[in-house]
C-alpha cells in the first residue's frame, strides 16, 4: 500500500497551500493514538490511507458533559465525496455514524457520548476510493456511554418518541443552515437492563424529493440527537425521515 | 550538578505550596466574632490543593459554629486547627450550603459535631458526594488524601435557629443547585450567601437553574436591605460590605443566558457557540473563559430546544 499513497500525497500537495500540504500525511498517525491500526483495519480496511488537513474535525479539546460533546465535521474543500465515517477510537462502541451528502455540502455537526478522552475522526472516501482522515483529541472526565439515559429513568419520552423540531435560517450569517432535533433515548445497551434502542437512519431531501443526505447513527450519538446541516440553496422545505432499531419511523418537514 | 536539580525542585515545590500540603488558613475577621477563610478565585489544582472556596466560623455565647467545611480532610484539619487558635469554645454545629464539593469534604474533621444542611443537600451528598470527592482527587491530588464523604447527620429547614446562644436566619433557596441554604447571623448582620453569589469570580453552573437563581439572588438582594446585612460573604471572592457582587452574579447570569438565547435564535451550534468571544467587561474577569465554555456544556442543550421547538 505504501507506494499507491506516496503518489496520491505527492498528487494531492500539488494542488494545496504549502502550509495544508505540509501537514499532509500518508503515514503516521498525527493524533498518535495506540488504537490507530485498530481503526484503519476495521473502516478502511486496505484502502489508501491520507491524514488529510482539509478534513475538519470540530470539537472541544475537553468536555465539559461527556453525554453531549459536541461535533462538527467539514469535509466541504474536497470534492466527489462517497461516504464519511465517524468514529472515536476509545469508545466501548467505535463507530458514531456515517453520511453520504448527496445534494448538501460535506458538513454535519452533531453531539456524541464519549466514555473516556479519545480522538474522535471523521474518514471521508472520494469517488478515487482514497480514505481522507481528519480528527481531534477529545479530553473527558468518563461516564458518557455507561451512564443511563435521562429517558431512562423516566416513561414521559414514550409519548415524544421521535418527536422532530427544526428550523431552516434562509438569511443572516447562517443562511443555509438547518438544525434539527429529535426526541429519542440513543441507548447505548451498555446500561445492565436496558437494551440498545437508537435511531439508525435519516434521509434528509428537499421539497422535490431531491436527496440532500443520508445518514446512518450508532449507538453513541447523544440522547434527544442535535443535527446542523448547510443547504447551499433553501428552496422550501427540508423533508427528513428515518427509523430507529425498532422499527419506530418519523417523518417530519422542516419549513424554511 | 545533580544536588543543584535537587534545590530546584525543593524550590519549585515551596513555590506551589504543596510539599507540606499546608493550606495556609489566615483568619479574616468580618464582624465582631465572625471570621472567614478566603480562598482563591481560581479552579481546582495541585498547586492550591482546591483551597478556591470561602468558609466562615461564628464564636457564639456557647460554642463555635461553622459554615462549610473546604475541600479535604486536611483542609477540615486545618480549619479546625485555626478556629482553635482564636476561640477555645468548642465546635456546637457544622453547616453545609449546599452539596458541592468544596464546601462539605471537610466535613470529617467534624465528625464529632452535628452536620446539618437542607434536606435535598443531606440527599446530594450521600448520592453524589463519592463522584465527587473522586475527580478532587484527580484534580487537586495528594491533598486529598484521607478525604471521605462525611454525610450531614442533620436537617435544617428555613427559620429562625437558635444555636449556642445566637439566633440564625436559614433561608432556603436554590438555582446554583437544587438546594442553597443562606445563613444570616442576627447579632452581627453578616449574610452567609452560599454558591448563590459570587464575588470578583465568575459563577459555576454544573447544577444551576439559571431561572431560579436569578429568583434567588432577587430574594438576597431584598433581605440584604431589610434585614440589615452589614456583611456580605459569597461562597467565592472577597467579602463585602454591600451588595454589589449579587448585582455581578446577576449581571453574569443574565449575560450567559441571553448569550446563548440568542446563539440558539441565529442557527449556531454548540460549537459555534463555544467559539464565541467574550465581551470586554468580561475579558479579565477570573476563570470566565473557563467558566463560560463550562455553562455552555450545562446550559445550552435546553435552550437550544427551546429555540427548536418554538421555531416549528
Ligand atoms: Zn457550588
Known amino acids: 500500500m505504501k507506494y499507491p499513497l506516496t503518489i496520491a500525497a505527492i498528487a494531492l500537495a500539488a494542488l494545496m497551500p504549502p502550509a495544508e500540504a505540509a501537514a499532509l500525511k500518508d503515514n503516521g498517525d498525527p493524533l498518535d493514538s495506540a488504537r490507530w491500526a485498530d481503526m484503519e483495519k476495521t473502516f478502511l480496511a486496505g484502502a489508501p490511507v491520507l491524514f488529510d488537513p482539509r478534513v475538519k474535525v470540530i470539537a472541544p479539546s475537553t468536555a465539559e458533559n461527556p453525554m453531549q460533546v459536541p461535533v462538527t465535521v467539514d469535509a466541504t474543500a474536497l470534492a466527489s465525496i462517497v461516504e464519511v465515517v465517524v468514529f472515536a477510537d476509545f469508545n466501548p462502541i467505535v463507530q458514531v455514524l456515517r453520511f453520504f451528502p448527496d445534494g448538501a455540502p460535506a458538513y454535519l455537526g452533531f453531539r456524541v457520548k464519549l466514555q473516556q478522552s479519545t480522538p474522535v475522526r471523521a474518514a471521508v472516501r472520494t469517488a478515487d476510493g482514497v480514505w481522507h482522515v481528519g480528527g481531534t483529541w477529545v479530553n473527558t472526565v468518563g461516564g458518557g456511554c455507561t451512564a443511563p439515559s435521562a429517558a431512562a429513568a423516566s416513561p414521559e419520552w414514550q409519548k415524544r418518541l421521535n418527536e422532530v423540531s427544526g428550523r431552516q435560517w434562509s438569511e443572516g450569517p447562517n443562511a443555509g443552515r438547518v438544525r434539527l432535533r429529535i426526541v429519542h433515548p440513543m441507548d447505548t445497551g451498555l446500561v445492565a437492563g436496558t437494551p440498545a434502542f437508537h435511531i439508525e437512519e435519516i434521509n434528509f431531501t428537499d421539497a422535490a424529493g431531491k436527496r440532500l443526505m443520508r445518514v446512518q447513527t450508532y449507538e453513541p450519538v447523544s440522547e434527544n440527537p442535535v443535527f446542523t446541516l448547510q443547504r447551499t440553496v433553501v428552496d422550501g422545505a427540508l423533508e427528513a425521515s428515518g427509523r430507529d432499531n425498532n422499527g419506530n419511523v418519523f417523518q417530519a418537514s422542516i419549513a424554511p | ?312
Open chain 2, 1 to 312: 550538578m545533580k544536588r543543584l536539580f535537587s534545590i530546584l525542585l525543593v524550590v519549585l515545590a515551596g513555590g506551589v505550596g504543596a510539599e507540606d500540603f499546608d493550606y495556609h488558613l489566615a483568619v479574616q475577621a468580618v464582624a465582631p466574632d465572625v471570621y472567614a477563610f478566603i480562598g482563591k478565585t481560581e479552579d481546582f489544582t495541585i498547586g492550591n490543593g482546591g483551597n478556591i472556596v470561602n468558609t466562615a466560623f461564628i464564636v457564639a455565647p456557647q460554642g463555635v459554629i461553622v459554615i462549610d467545611s473546604g475541600p479535604s480532610l486536611r483542609y477540615g484539619q486545618q480549619m479546625r486547627q485555626a478556629i482553635a487558635q482564636v476561640s477555645d469554645k468548642p465546635v456546637v454545629l457544622v453547616i453545609n450550603t449546599h452539596h458541592h464539593p468544596d464546601h462539605f469534604l471537610g466535613n470529617q474533621a467534624f465528625a464529632d459535631v452535628p452536620i446539618g444542611a437542607l434536606a435535598e443537600t443531606r440527599q446530594g451528598i450521600v448520592s453524589e458526594g463519592n463522584a465527587f470527592a473522586e475527580n478532587l482527587f484527580r484534580m487537586s491530588g495528594d491533598w486529598m488524601k484521607g478525604t471521605e464523604v462525611q454525610a450531614p447527620s442533620r436537617t435544617l429547614s428555613a427559620g429562625k435557629l437558635e444555636v449556642a446562644g445566637r439566633t440564625l436566619h436559614l433561608v432556603a433557596l436554590n438555582g446554583h443547585t437544587g438546594a442553597d441554604l443562606v445563613v444570616i447571623d442576627e447579632s452581627s448582620g453578616v449574610m452567609f450567601a452560599g454558591d448563590l453569589v459570587f464575588n470578583g469570580r465568575a459563577p459555576t453552573t454544573p447544577h444551576a437553574d439559571v431561572g431560579h437563581w436569578l429568583t434567588a439572588l432577587d430574594r438576597l438582594e431584598t433581605l440584604v436591605r431589610d434585614e440589615g446585612v452589614r456583611v456580605l460573604v459569597p461562597g467565592h471572592g472577597m467579602v463585602t460590605r454591600d451588595a454589589t457582587p449579587i448585582r455581578q452574579t446577576r449581571a453574569w447570569l443574565n449575560w450567559l443566558t441571553a448569550t446563548l438565547r440568542e446563539s440558539a435564535r441565529a442557527g449556531l451550534d454548540m460549537n459555534d457557540v463555544l467559539a464565541r468571544p467574550l465581551p470586554p467587561e468580561y475579558v479579565s474577569l477570573p476563570m470566565a473563559a473557563t467558566e463560560y465554555r463550562r455553562s455552555v456544556g450545562h446550559l445550552f442543550p435546553a435552550i437550544e430546544q427551546e429555540a427548536l421547538e418554538s421555531g416549528r
